[in-house]
């Protein structure tokens, strides 16, 4: 059976109400069966100082995931890969009967040409990017919108995604929710105890 995911990449350090917030809301928008969180092992692009182990942020991200279409896992270090875009090649290897969509909020967009050969994981899934009002400006103006603003579908189209040829991009809105991995861990510094075996 053909199943509709979303695949939503980030540190998770740790997970939050945020998530999971954007998690439903792209499950109701884009008719999605699941979405798949995926726990980096460590991004390339984040620094190491302060990141909590896998372990923990992995443990959090599947407390948060509890009673939703939201599986957590750390699939990147059950694949020994580093990249996104080795990431989603080879899931859509392993799953041919499901079709993906990449998630990720405007803040990644932003910086989405500083990705290796982000122009390759566009040509592998449609993309469908979620505002974040502090973000947005610097997302539209940065590079790798330019590129790819000509894929760009309207909302009205996104529960057609599976439909599009690729490359393919679709905006999102959702109510924004404040909460921030940065604030959780300054507020509660030994959060990761709770989530260590």
């Known amino acids: 059976m053909t199943r509709r995911i979303g ?8 997970a939050h109400r945020g998530h999971r917030r954007i998690s439903l809301a792209a499950v109701r ?20 100082v302060g990141m909590t182990p896998l372990a923990a942020r992995l443990g959090s991200a599947r407390a948060m995931a509890r009673r939703a279409p939201i599986r957590a896992g750390a699939i990147e270090a059950e694949l020994g890969t580093r990249y996104t875009i080795d990431t ?27 990705w290796r ?19 947005n400006g610097a997302a539209r103006a940065g590079h790798a919108m330019g590129w790819l603003r000509r894929y760009q579908r309207r909302p009205t189209q996104a529960m057609r995604w599976t439909l599009w040829s690729l490359p393919a991009l679709v905006l999102l809105r ?7 991995a940065t604030s959780i861990r300054a507020a509660d510094p030994d959060w990761a105890g709770r989530f260590t075996t």
């Open 7 to 14: 695949l939503l990449g980030g540190s998770f350090n740790p």
């Open 29 to 48: 928008a884009l008719g999605l069966d699941e979405v798949w969180w995926l726990v980096s092992p460590g991004n390339p692009l984040k620094p190491q």
């Open 88 to 114: 989603v090649r080879a899931l859509v290897r392993r799953y041919p009967r499901h079709r993906f969509i990449w998630l990720m909020g405007a803040d990644n967009l932003a910086q989405f040409d500083r």
């Open 117 to 135: 050969d982000w122009r390759g994981i566009a040509r592998t899934l449609p993309i469908a990017v979620i505002a974040r009002p502090s973000y």
């Open 174 to 180: 959702f109510r924004p929710d404040p909460t921030s």
